[in-house]
Structures are given as C-alpha cells and as structure tokens.
C-alpha cells in the first residue's frame, strides 16, 4: 500500500489479506523531498518501481521514476523516465501492475487542452514509447486515469 501522511510518502505492508496494514514506513531517498504539485505516484504491482510527477529543475512538471531490487530496499536516486517528457505538462503518471503500460495526462493548463497518452515497452529495461496519442481526449478542462490494465486495453 502507498499513501501519503503530511505530504510525505509511505509504504505499509501486511503478512497476510483480512489482516490490517500495520507494518508502516516512510520511504526514503531523495525524491521525498522533491518539490512537487499536486504529486501523483505510482507503483508496479510488484512494488519495485515508483513512478512520480514533479517539477524539480524544469519549468513543468516532468516524469521520474525510481527503482529497488526487494522491497526491503531503498528506491533509486530519481531520474527523469526516458521518452515521456515534453514540453507541455505533464501529470499523473499511471503504471501498469506489470510496469509494461504507462498513462500520463499532457496539457490542461491555460494554453492547451488536456489529454491521456499511452506509453509501452517490451520490458523494463527498455524505455517507454508513444503507443496511442490522445488515447482519451477529456471533455473537461482535464483528466486522469486511475488505473491501466497489464495489456494495455482498459483504463479506469
């Protein structure tokens, strides 16, 4: 499970379901203490990859992502997520359980419309790649996708 607690960022665990998250940690490393806005982070249903927006260092928010062999291992020093980045805004980054899907919201500031990009690769040592550009064009101002299936098909 990840939550944030007073705008910092934690995991907790349980040995078994039916029982309560009781084993809580904050994380640590230096993307705890990024400047972000509005931060939306997400992790691979295995828990080794945490993908997060910020706008350290870049005059809109940008991609970054961070990685751990175990879960009882620290995250990665943060770098910014090859082939996602681009001039607009970009938000709310989406992972797939298996880290082979992405879904990101672009624009929805004041100059440009909102829409949701879908990103893929073959495998986690590869980078990510456009596959469908606008998969989703919102009617509102903008919009998020919560969740993106395994292969890619469904978006909540």
């Given at each position: 499970l990840l939550l944030t607690?007073?705008?910092?960022?934690?995991?907790?665990?349980?040995?078994?379901?039916?029982?309560?998250?009781?084993?809580?940690?904050?994380?640590?490393?230096?993307?705890?203490?990024?400047?972000?806005?509005?931060?939306?982070?997400?992790?691979t249903g295995?828990?080794?990859e945490l993908v997060f927006n910020s706008q350290e260092g870049a005059s809109?928010?940008?991609?970054?992502?961070?990685?751990?062999?175990?879960?009882?291992?620290?995250?990665?020093?943060?770098t910014v997520l090859p082939g996602i980045n681009v001039t607009q805004l970009v938000r709310h980054p989406v992972i797939s359980p298996n880290g082979l899907w992405l879904a990101v919201?672009?624009?929805?500031?004041?100059?440009?419309?909102?829409?949701i990009c879908i990103y893929h690769r073959n495998s986690r040592s590869e980078k990510f790649?456009?596959?469908?550009?606008?998969?989703?064009?919102?009617q509102g101002s903008w919009d998020v996708v919560d969740y993106i299936s395994n292969d890619g098909k469904s978006i909540l």
């Open positions: 607690i007073n705008n910092e960022l934690y995991q907790a665990s349980r040995s078994k379901r039916g029982e309560e998250f009781t084993n809580k940690r904050k994380l640590q490393g230096t993307f705890a203490s990024r400047t972000t806005t509005s931060p939306w982070y997400c992790m295995d828990g080794l809109h928010d940008v991609i970054y992502v961070c990685r751990r062999n175990t879960l009882q291992a620290e995250f990665s020093t943060p919201t672009v624009g929805g500031d004041k100059q440009t419309q909102s829409k790649e456009l596959s469908i550009d606008p998969a989703l064009t919102p």
